[in-house]
């Protein structure tokens, strides 16, 4: 296991109710259902070793989406609330780096190290993980801490929510991030 800088932020994407929904499931069951346990052991880490944290909300614009914020699903989910103080960005695509000052805001506290989490792997998870990766961060990606759904690829195919969030892991492993582990930043 390494041992990450002190200074590694956190960034937790969208763990808010929105993602509860039922829509999201239609076309299969998600995967990781102890994501949200990982989630808030890394929180209650980072809290007690006063770390960096950075919670990412989305504030859909889209009229049907969960993630409105005039909607119930626009709440933190409870494993992921953000204590008074710490930093909630909201952002309105999938990349938490696109339209906020999270660039703006990590670099000015020499933050070079990030371990990401949160949902959903192959959408606002891997856009802000390939920004930050092509913006120069040093990124920790936590397979454990993230999770997604099934999803039918081009050809009508069911793949499951292990498989999809595999190949999106696969698609960022090396190039924009290491995968890790929750015991691996947690160690």
Same mark, same amino acid.
């Not at 710490?86 to 952002?91: A, L, M, N, Y």
């Given at each position: ?47 007690? /070793?006063? %770390? ?11 009229? !049907?989406? @969960?993630? &409105? ?68 961060? /040093?990124? %920790? ?11 039918? !690829?081009? @050809?009508? &195919? ?30």
């Amino acid at each position: 296991m390494e041992k990450l800088p002190f200074n590694t932020a956190l960034l937790v994407i969208d763990l808010q109710k929105a993602i509860d929904d039922p829509r999201w499931a239609l076309i299969g069951p998600r995967n990781n259902p102890q994501a949200e346990a990982n989630v808030a052991a890394m929180l209650a880490a980072w809290r007690r /070793d006063g %770390r960096p944290i950075v919670h990412i909300r989305h504030d859909s614009v889209e009229p !049907d989406s @969960s993630y &409105r914020p005039d909607g119930p699903g626009h709440a933190f989910k409870e494993e992921a609330r953000p204590l008074p103080g710490e930093t909630v960005i909201g952002k309105q695509v999938n990349s938490a780096f696109i339209g906020t000052g999270l660039d703006e805001w990590l670099r000015s506290r020499g933050i070079a190290t990030l371990a990401v989490a949160g949902v959903i792997t192959n959408n606002s998870v891997e856009a802000t993980v390939r920004m930050a990766g092509n913006l120069g961060y /040093d990124v %920790r990606l936590v397979a454990d801490a993230c999770f997604t759904f099934a999803r039918k !690829d081009r @050809s009508g &195919r069911l793949r499951t929510a292990d498989e999809v969030h595999d190949l999106s892991l696969a698609n960022m492993d090396g190039e924009y991030a290491t995968v890790v582990d929750t015991a691996a930043v947690l160690g």
